[in-house]
C-alpha cells in the first residue's frame, strides 16, 4: 500500500521551548549503509533550481549490504511511500531519522513498527541500488546528515555553484558584496537553505524560510507568512531586516556567527 508520508509530532509547549535552530541542531546519528555519496542534500543544480533533496542518496561497495540504524531510537514508521519507496523512521530524543529503499532498488527491512533499536542494530539489507537517508526534527524540517555526522564546514567558495547562484540573486535584490558571505552562512545555518524551513520560538513567534524571517516582521515587510515560502520575497524580507536592525535580527549571528 502506498501511503502519504508526514513523520511529525505535535508538540506540547515545553517541547516548543527544546527547539534548536539548524545551526546547533544536533543528533547522535551514523550512515546506515557504508558507500558513496550519490546525491546531497540541498539544492540538486545550483541555489534556487533542480529540487531540494531533503536528505542524501548512498550506493553501497558491495551488493547485498547490510542496512544498520543510524541511531537509537523506536521504529514508528513502516510502509511503502510513493516518492521514497519502502521507508522506515525512527523516532529518537528530538529527532527522527528516515532509511528508505527506493523503488528501483531491491532490498528489505528486517524490523517491524514498534521494535527498539540501537544505533548500529542490522535491520535490514541492501541487494542492489541505493539507499535514501534523511534526519529530520520533530516539525518535519529535514537536515543535512552529512553535516551532522562529519560536522562539515559551510562552502562560500567562489567555485561552489550553490554559492554563486545565491550571490548572483541577492545582488539583484538590493543586496551589496560585502554583505553576501554573511547571508550565505546566516541562511545556510538557520534553514540549510531550505526555503520550506518553519521554527516556532518560545514566544509565540515563528520564523519562516530561507532566512527564518520572524513574524514581527510579517506586516513591516508587506507580507503574510505563506508569502515567505517563496524565496524571492524572503530575500526581499531579509533585506529590509537587515536595513532595519542588522545581523543581530538573526538568532545564529548572534549566538554563533558573530564569535
Known amino acids: 500500500m502506498n501511503s502519504s508520508f508526514a513523520l511529525k509530532d505535535d508538540l506540547s509547549s515545553s517541547q516548543i521551548l527544546n527547539y534548536k535552530h539548524g545551526y546547533n541542531f544536533k543528533a547522535d546519528l551514523m550512515f546506515p549503509i557504508s558507500g558513496r555519496l550519490e546525491s ?15 536528505g542524501i542518496y ?42 528508505a529503499i527506493p523503488n528501483e ?49 559551510i562552502d562560500t567558495s567562489s567555485k561552489n555553484q550553490i554559492y554563486t547562484a545565491f550571490r548572483d540573486m541577492l545582488l539583484r535584490q538590493g543586496f551589496v558584496i560585502s554583505e553576501i558571505k554573511n547571508m550565505f552562512l546566516i541562511a545556510s545555518m538557520e534553514s540549510g537553505l531550505n526555503p520550506s524551513a518553519i521554527n516556532y520560538n518560545k514566544n509565540g513567534t515563528v520564523d519562516t524560510g530561507l532566512f527564518q524571517i520572524n513574524s514581527v516582521w510579517y506586516k513591516r515587510c508587506g507580507v503574510n507568512s505563506t508569502d515567505l515560502y517563496d524565496v524571492q520575497t524572503n530575500i526581499k524580507c531579509a533585506l529590509f531586516v537587515l536595513r532595519n536592525q542588522g545581523l543581530s535580527a538573526w538568532v545564529t549571528w548572534n549566538n554563533y556567527l558573530s564569535k
Open 58 to 99: 548512498l550506493v553501497p561497495k558491495l551488493v547485498n549490504s547490510p542496512i544498520f540504524s543510524p541511531a537509537s531510537g523506536k521504529i514508528v514508521y513502516l510502509n511503502l511511500v510513493k516518492d521514497k519507496g519502502n521507508t522506515m523512521g525512527i523516532k529518537s530524543q528530538g529527532f527522527f531519522s528516515v532509511v
Open 40 to 54: 546531497p542534500f540541498g539544492w540538486t543544480t545550483s541555489f534556487n533550481q533542480g529540487h531540494f533533496n531533503e
Open 105 to 153: 532498488s531491491q532490498g528489505a527491512f528486517s524490523k517491524k513498527a514498534g521494535e527498539v533499536v540501537k544505533k548500529g542494530d542490522e535491520i535490514g539489507i541492501l541487494k542492489n541500488g541505493r539507499i535514501l537517508f534523511e534526519v529530520r526534527d520533530f516539525k518535519g524540517n529535514p537536515y543535512d546528515p552529512i553535516r551532522i555526522i562529519t560536522h562539515k564546514k
